[in-house]
């Protein structure tokens, strides 16, 4: 087999999300400060009702952190020569998400097929030894991991998003170069 997929991001479509992060970040930042009297904010009584509520404080916060981790996420990922996907005559190699695997041989994979999350592609990759791969996530990514296997889908969740490639296709491949190796 000598077929090989490189899939690689395109910075413009990172630096897109990056800067919506950003956008949570300082709008979320704004209501905190606002929370605590830091300026004075006056949107009328339901918006002023919201800025004292303790709990969407605590929403808030954890919105900003998540938001402010993601925006860090996708600038390093600018910076990075990394391709998201690579499948070779060995297996698959993924790089595409927080919670992406790194290598996965062609024998450890079962099947590989797409699957929307809302409205985002996904390739979802079906390995035989699930524990195997999440022992390589951390506590967290160990996590996010089960719980999208709980909601349907795969621990192994490949995100093509920043890539401007058509998941379908890539997960064609994959698959066709997975039924080649296994002859």
């Not at 195997?132 to 990514?141: E, H, N, P």
């Not at 192994?156 to 058509?166: K, Y």
């Amino acid at each position: 087999m000598k077929d090989e997929i490189i899939v690689r991001q395109k910075p413009v479509y990172t630096l897109i999300y990056a800067a919506g992060a950003l956008a949570f970040v300082l709008a979320l930042g704004y209501f905190i400060l606002a929370h605590f009297g830091v300026f004075y904010a006056n949107y009328g009584s339901l918006v002023m009702l919201a800025v004292r509520s303790k709990i969407l404080l605590v929403v808030w916060i954890f919105g900003f952190l998540f938001f402010f981790w993601a925006m860090l996420y996708y600038l390093r990922r600018i910076f990075t020569a990394l391709p998201l996907l690579i499948a070779d005559e060995n297996g698959i190699t993924d790089n595409s998400s927080a919670l992406a695997v790194g290598f996965i041989p062609w024998e450890d994979i079962r099947k590989a097929r797409t699957k929307l999350m809302g409205i985002q592609p996904f390739i979802l990759i079906t390995v035989k030894n699930e524990e195997k791969y999440l022992a390589k996530l951390s506590l967290l990514g160990r996590m996010l991991a089960k719980a999208n296997k709980k909601m349907g889908y795969e621990i192994i969740c490949v995100n093509l998003n920043t890539s401007g490639a058509n998941p379908k296709s890539v997960c064609d491949k994959i698959e066709n170069m997975r039924k080649a190796a296994k002859k």
